[in-house]
T-cell receptor
Framework: GAVVSQHPSRVICKSGTSVKIECRSL??????MFWYRQFPKQSLMLMAT?????????EQGVEKDKFLINHASLTLSTLTVTSAHPEDSSFYIC????????????FGEGSRLTVL | AQKVTQAQTEISVVEKEDVTLDCVYE???????LFWYKQPPSGELVFLIR??????QNEISGRYSWNFQKSTSSFNFTITASQVVDSAVYFC????????????FGAGTRLAVHP
């Protein structure tokens, strides 16, 4: 079964609204979670690294105020797309790590966001 | 800088053909990990293999095999006797564990296996 779960799997929203996507580790404590974005027919691009109890580290070019990341517990990280616009429509995928260097990475099922 | 190059954008084969997906990487780290993932149309990433930089042994798992060569910075993936169910996008990825497990993905290779 899935060890990392994302919710919702699909979301459609109106332009200007905010959308929250959850990433949960189901049977392990995820000290680090990563958020990726994938545009249609493109690769996955890392957006940010989320560490439990501290501020997320964003990759260059990713707007911190636009993509709010919260990692309040060892099993949950959330990505909030604020004031969403059609160009934010994408597939968002999280991955979680239990802390072992270089391995034991688990990906969520992904969340497809469509902004009208 | 770290980089993963998958030069083949799309590959089309007929069922039962063998197919090799190329992956070339760049990194300055001496310790790193390489991955292959399969992404079917549903979107989820299916883990296929992880290889650390100190293990150059080739790996075979059923119809899948991987050839890791540090001398050419390549980590190629071969599917033997391809099947329609192998149709998907395949990503090669590189991880450099400097306290993080970030993955740098290649652009992906879209494989279409026709009956």
């Amino acid at each position: 079964g899935a060890v990392v779960s994302q919710h919702p799997s699909r979301v459609i929203c109106k332009s200007g609204t905010s959308v929250k996507i959850e990433c949960r580790s189901l049977d392990f404590q995820a000290t680090t979670m990563f958020w990726y974005r994938q545009f249609p027919k493109q690769s996955l691009m890392l957006m940010a690294t989320s560490n439990e109890g501290s501020k997320a580290t964003y990759e260059q070019g990713v707007e911190k105020d636009k993509f709010l990341i919260n990692h309040a517990s060892l099993t949950l990280s959330t990505l909030t797309v604020t004031s969403a616009h059609p160009e934010d429509s994408s597939f968002y995928i999280c991955s979680a790590s239990g802390g072992r260097a270089g391995g034991e990475l688990f990906f969520g099922e992904g969340s497809r966001l469509t902004v009208l | 800088a770290q980089k993963v190059t998958q030069a083949q954008t799309e590959i089309s084969v007929v069922e039962k053909e063998d197919v090799t997906l190329d992956c070339v990487y760049e990194t300055r780290d001496t310790t790193y990990y390489l991955f292959w993932y399969k992404q079917p149309p549903s979107g989820e990433l299916v883990f296929l293999i992880r290889r650390n930089s100190f293990d150059e042994q080739n790996e075979i798992s059923g119809r899948y095999s991987w050839n890791f060569q540090k001398s050419t910075s390549s980590f190629n993936f071969t599917i033997t006797a391809s099947q329609v169910v192998d149709s998907a996008v395949y990503f090669c990825a590189l991880s450099a564990p400097r306290g993080y497990n970030k993955l740098i993905f290649g652009a992906g290779t879209r494989l279409a296996v026709h009956p």
